[in-house]
């Protein structure tokens, strides 16, 4: 039997309609949709995103996997939701993976698609670009991420604000995302490399309850929102 | 009279349908969809791209700029072209400035912006993010941007090799936009830093004609489109 595709959709960075023509049209031609989930809760926030524009019969599958640096439970979690997608595609069915923002950017995504290459190197995978969390922040500030002959730098803050001292003498523009674990040792950091009034923190952008923090020397107590990012233009 | 709104509309970087669902619905309601676009010739990218999507009457109005580094010409021309985006909001039109990519991605329009905000503080701006070219390249090749806690920089090859010599020890995967002008310098460069075997060339990414070169070394002395860029992993 013939194969179907996998195709790996960015629906985007939160507003419904910031998904591409192209990943609806796809979305409503698939026989099933599979959205990355923590197993914690059985909410998708991008299964949430594309619901209004999909056809109310397409089944849509949570792949369920556990929130632990443990990496011998990731990987079996990773096994078996790979397991399942290549089920499916094996069946001569197209599926989609969706994934809040893009599904190169920070994303599940990779992971997934690299576990079902190993075990099936010929499914056919299409992948589907969406606008990410800071292209949608700098669309709210209006302030430009990236211009002329300027560098822009996309970092982590998971690991803490180190990535944020590695780049900043070598990038005219940085973003970080994740801020929320270690908020205050950022905004510390932010502070010793006189960044503070160069960084516009942005929560929740493109969703509801979005908010824009522009003085952020006024804010060092408040921590902010799960979804929060940094931007920062050392021009600006 | 109640001035209209301008819309900052990214159109994506080719496929007419990697443009968002929002996108479609704003262009479709605005009475004058401007384009920035070289004076040389009376041709739109975007124009071209958004066309299958837009109603027939809707005007489109080219705003030409001189392919120059003459600061006062280009100065002269973003005067009048702001001006002509001034007048019609101010006649209490909705309008919309489209741009290839994304509207705060190394785009004419960050610069349209601020000369109209110069001018008239009081427009209200709305910007529309699109897909960049490095995002639709990187779903092509099937490669990730970035992921877990790396970083990704993106910088522009229009001055030359430097802004890679600047980053590479600094960012774990790296784009470079514009690699046209200075390709060989760019290829050398790659050579000496060791990274041929981690970059892959793309060039006309989501358009017709779309190029994925894996091997560099294989083409050192072929020169590849205007439209180009290089993604560089280097974990890959």
Known sequence: MKKGTLYGIGVGPGDPDLITVKAVRVLNNVAVIFSATSTKNAYSLAADIVSSHLKKE????????????????????????ARKVIDSVTKGLDVACITLGDPMTYSTFGYLMR??????????????????????ASASVGQVLVEGDESLTIVSGAPGAKKLKDIIDHSDNIIMVKVYHHYKEIIRTLDELNLTS????????????????????????????????????KKG
Do not use: C
Request: overall charge neutral; proline content about 7%.
């Open 58 to 81: 397409t089944p849509i599958v949570l792949l369920g996997f556990p929130m632990t640096y443990n990496k011998d439970k990731l990987s079996i979690a990773w096994e078996e939701n």
């Open 115 to 136: 576990t079902i290459k190993e075990k099936d190197p010929d499914i056919r995978i299409k992948i589907i670009p969406g606008i990410t969390s800071y292209q949608a």
């Open 198 to 233: 160069k960084a516009i923190l942005v929560s929740h952008s493109g969703l509801d309850g979005e908010e824009i923090v522009h003085d952020l020397k006024k804010n060092t107590d408040k921590i902010p929102p799960y979804l929060s990012i940094l931007l920062i233009r």
